[in-house]
């Protein structure tokens, strides 16, 4: 009974160091590895570009850690352009002054690489810049060898701040070119209208001071952003509302019938169209039916100049007269206008999911696509706020139900 115990007790502790299941996509997999090649050569072709041949390495290890977070964990704290730069140079410094000030001593290298990495994640924590590659830099300013060595205070400089800088550079560009967020920003408490009220989802929902009291509570580093803590924190209530009332999908509530442009689309039959239909937007389509982008009234009044307000009620009396003069130039098409790169939502999803969407961007009505971003139906705000009044009219009724006798 004893010896089975042990042995149960022993299979659990191998189960614990079986990795989780890999929830990652292979083209995001793909993405991170394409990404961490481009950046490593253009911090090796920076270097060979400013200093050639001349003993500087081309490439250290510890870039290699960077390029990891960088490129496969844009959204962490720890892959900042701040924590890569200033958190490697720091730590350079550390090894360094640690190499020169006890190299002399008794105490074996190893001791003295130990010290240097132990004083670089303190120095690190101070300029709040921690970064897991400064570890391996004050490792390499003890243990590099003599090629490390003889750069002095200059291995700072370069390789390590002039390769940081490239790689953090290289991010930049490739997560932009992909349509992904690098470095992160924090959202904007406040409301699109500039007002004195935080937005809706904050007002509502977890608020930035909640998440600042949870994290002081909790004491410990986290390596996860504010604004992915806010999302997943939002999509685990969305979850637990799903299992509890059940699912509504936008192929529920969503309009089938819908008005639409192409590219090409004249600007005056487009106005008049929205005229027509006394609509605010037009989702804009391809030759295969997918969604391109949105033209509304905005894009009207803009294109026009009637967001500045002098002489607005003229303007706005032309624009509406004459539509087809409301570009003064070559502009006679919704292809450019248009808002293009529109925010859409599938079929499948729940509604609940457009909630922040629309209270937070702005929207007045969200594109519906099927798996081959073919447009299917487009849901307003007006078909949402139907929606959940039933769907809480629904759990009433179910609540009354519930406590008669």
């Known amino acids: 009974m004893k010896t089975s115990f042990y042995l149960d007790d022993f299979r659990s502790l191998l189960r614990g160091f079986a990795p989780s299941a890999n ?33 500087i390495p081309l490439l250290i290890a510890p870039m290699g850690a960077s390029a990891v977070l960088i490129f496969s964990f ?45 004083l670089a994640i303190l120095a690190m924590f101070m300029l709040r810049s921690l970064h897991p590659a400064g570890g391996a830099i004050a490792l390499l300013a003890v243990m590099g060898g003599p090629s490390i060595t003889t750069l002095s205070w200059h291995y700072a400089l370069a390789p390590v701040a002039l390769q940081s800088l490239s790689l953090v550079l290289c991010a930049v560009f490739f997560h932009r070119f992909l349509g992904t967020q690098y470095p992160q920003q924090a959202t904007n408490a406040n409301n699109m209208h500039r007002t004195g009220d935080p937005a809706i989802g904050s007002r509502l929902g977890v608020a930035d ?14 390596d996860i952003s504010r604004v992915d803590l806010r999302e997943l924190i939002t999509l685990s209530e969305i979850q637990v509302h799903q299992r509890h009332h059940g699912l509504i999908r936008c192929r529920d509530i969503m309009s089938r019938h819908i008005v639409t442009v192409e590219f090409e689309t004249p600007l005056e039959h487009c106005w008049q169209l929205l005229r027509t239909h006394k609509i605010g ?46 570009s003064g130039s070559s502009a006679q098409v919704v292809g450019h206008i248009m808002s293009a790169n529109p925010i859409t939502a599938s079929m499948d999803s729940n509604i609940l999911e457009l909630v922040t969407l629309f209270s937070d961007r702005g929207l007045h009505s969200i594109p519906v696509v099927d798996n081959r971003q073919k447009l299917c139906g487009i849901v307003t705000q007006s078909d949402l706020i139907a929606a959940l009044y039933n769907m809480q009219m629904q759990q009433m009724q179910q609540m009354q139900q519930m406590q008669q006798p």
């Open 23 to 55: 929830k990652i996509g292979w083209r995001e997999r793909w993405r991170a590895s394409l990404g961490a090649l481009c950046g490593l050569l253009c911090a090796s072709w920076f270097s060979y570009l400013l200093f050639g041949w001349n003993g």
């Open 74 to 118: 844009p959204s962490s704290p720890l892959a900042q352009p701040w924590p890569v730069i200033v958190g490697n140079s720091v730590s350079a410094l550390v090894g360094i002054a640690c190499a020169q000030l006890l190299h002399s001593l008794p105490a074996t290298a190893t001791a003295t690489a130990a010290l240097a990495v132990g």
């Open 209 to 222: 001071a909640d998440l600042d009291a949870a994290l002081a509570r909790h004491g410990k580093l986290l």
């Open 281 to 326: 937007s037009l989702p804009v389509l391809d030759q295969a039916d997918a969604v391109i982008g949105v033209i509304s009234l905005i894009d009207f009044l803009k294109h026009a100049g009637l967001d500045v307000y002098h002489d607005f009620d003229l303007r706005l009396r032309q624009v509406l007269d004459q539509a087809r003069d409301i």
